[in-house]
């Protein structure tokens, strides 16, 4: 290796690692990071992790193990909590949802000779679903595209091995999050039939091409001559039979593709075949729900969408170099998807296109295969070298791009560090056992992202982790985590319903709570005395005893 090709490869690790130092540092700023579900998680993660030990959290919650395509932080999380701090574990966690994705895709696209365009994936890093606190889903699209990448490279020298491994492949995905398996389904299913067309495409032209051979040899050799001096007729050795071999042909070419076709899909029945009794044992397949559809407008935006973070313009703008890019490239033949990559992108778009936005009582469906597209827009796409001018260009945009947004997200986590502080100094009077009320003011004091989603749904949950008191919004859907909320408390979260707001909280039935929670009160008035007494207040939150429960 020359002292060229050296100084490059060092680079390329310099860059990757100083991306993914980058990445994880807002980390350092918040205990909590403002990940809308995640507090929830990490609440049920602190729930499992202690039990039955814990008297007063098993008054509340119950462990409910069962077939669930869903349990990354689960499984890892409790026994993680065992020698570490739980906020610790939290951003461990977190850590490796972030970073995952962006390994498998640069390992995806270096199986596909890429190098250097993969390293812009750090802005995709922080994209919404993860923003959202979809952990576990991020960490099945990492895991599925590390296999897929595997799956490249060793799939046609070392089939077995691979076999093997995308087997046990598919069973921890199916572990970590469902979706996690179908993009990996998709990523290699596709591959495998690129290279049956492929097949099919060398084949026809082998084939084609022994008849032209064999037509032109009979045209060119010597023409048998009567007894009496004239040509023989070449009904047999002349053209008729080049034309019967190449009807042959043209006939057996189809049954070896076929063949192949057969073993391929056979071998991905085979990768798939434990984690689909596994789906179909689950509560989850049983579960109904009609599904809902966003009008086609609405879900070719999410596309864009995927990269909204805190500020609304540089989202815009980021979204516009990520996917602008690659297909400029394309159009103007300076980069190429190859195939492998470009038929699982082709199926991952029309099921984006097709699938409901909820169902079965999941939301954003849709909107995960729009991460999985903008993903491989840098696992997929391979660009050819380009004139140092442009290339220069590009690589700062998309470095300059990266960097504001890290400061602009780095900043929100750290105005939320404050939010988070102020919940804790109100929740100091709540003892372990007792149950609080929630409700969250809606104003310029809520924090947000650029798409308006709020973040601070389920800050709540500190009552459970701190204090050790009940919350009515613990995330305990039995087809989906494996916790069960206890009576009489389920009755109680089932009466609250949704998250209120302060208006609902001021007239609702609060009966068997001890205190309310209120999130955003610098934004709120103050709940009516006559039924509630001021305990604390700090900025953003304030705590309230009941005084009379019922309206």
């Known amino acids: ?57 098993a008054k509340f919650y119950g462990s409910h193990w069962s077939v669930i395509p869903n349990l990354a932080l689960d499984l890892a999380g409790p026994p993680l909590m065992q020698v570490l701090p739980v906020y610790d574990v939290g951003r461990l966690l977190i850590a490796v949802a972030v970073l995952l994705p962006v390994l498998g895709t640069i390992a995806y696209a270096s199986a596909l000779g890429g190098r250097w365009w993969a390293l812009g994936v750090g802005l995709v890093a922080w994209n919404n679903c993860l923003l959202y606190g979809f952990l576990n889903f991020s960490i099945g699209i990492g895991l599925a595209l590390l296999l897929a990448a595997v799956w490249l490279r060793w799939r046609e020298t070392q089939p077995n091995r691979m076999v093997a491994i995308a087997t046990f492949g598919a069973l921890a995905l199916f572990a970590c999050h469902l979706m996690g398996l179908v993009f990996f389904a998709v990523l290699i299913g596709g591959a495998e039939l690129f290279r049956v067309w492929t097949s099919a495409k060398e084949r026809t032209g082998r084939l084609t091409g022994q008849s032209r051979l064999a037509t032109v040899m009979d045209r060119g050799a010597c023409p048998q ?117 470009a038929v699982p992108m082709s199926v991952l778009f029309a099921a984006f296109l097709a699938a409901p936005y909820a169902w079965k009582g999941t939301y954003h469906l849709d909107t995960r295969l729009a991460v999985m597209l903008d993903f491989m827009l840098f696992a997929g796409f391979v660009p050819k070298r380009w004139p140092r001018g442009p290339s220069v260009l590009a690589a700062a945009a998309i470095i300059l791009l990266f960097a504001a947004r890290m400061a602009v997200l780095t900043t929100a986590w750290a105005a939320h560090q404050t ?79 949704d998250l209120p707001d302060a208006a609902q909280a001021a007239t609702a039935d609060v009966c068997g709570f001890d205190y309310v929670l209120l999130t955003g009160a610098g934004a709120a008035a103050a709940l009516p005395p006559e039924r509630f007494r001021l305990l604390r207040r700090s900025g953003f939150a304030a705590l309230y005893g009941i005084a009379r429960c019922e309206p």
């Open 1 to 57: 290796m020359t002292r060229s090709a050296i100084s490059a490869r060092a680079a390329w690790w310099a860059a990757l690692a100083a991306l993914c130092l980058v990445l994880v540092a807002p980390l350092l700023v918040c205990d909590v990071p403002p990940l809308i579900d995640y507090p929830n998680h990490l609440a049920r993660l602190f729930v499992l992790a202690s039990l039955p030990g814990d008297a007063e959290l």
């Open 225 to 341: 001559r009567r007894p009496g001096g004239g040509r023989a007729s070449q009904g047999v050795d002349g053209g008729p039979a080049a034309t019967m071999t190449g009807g042959r042909a043209s006939r057996t070419a189809p049954v070896p593709v076929l063949r192949e076709a057969l073993r391929r899909g056979l071998v991905l029945c085979l990768v798939l075949a434990a984690p689909a009794l596994l789906y179909a044992a689950s509560d989850l397949s049983q579960l109904g729900g009609d599904a809902a559809f966003l009008p086609y407008g609405e879900k070719l935006l999410q596309l864009a969408g995927v990269f909204s973070n805190y500020l609304g313009w540089l989202d815009a703008a980021t979204a516009s170099v990520a996917i602008g890019l690659p297909m400029l490239w394309v159009l103007t033949r300076h980069g190429r998807f190859p195939g492998v990559a």
């Open 419 to 497: 939010d988070i502080d102020d919940i804790r100094r109100v929740l100091e009077p709540v003892r372990p056992g007792q149950a609080v009320y929630v409700a969250a003011a809606v104003g310029p004091n809520s924090r947000s992202m650029s798409d308006g989603s709020r973040t601070d749904i389920h800050l709540g949950a500190l009552a459970l982790i701190e204090r050790r008191a009940w919350w009515p919004f613990e995330f305990d859907n039995v087809s989906q985590q494996p916790l069960q909320t206890r009576p009489p408390y389920s009755a109680m979260a089932g009466r609250v319903g």
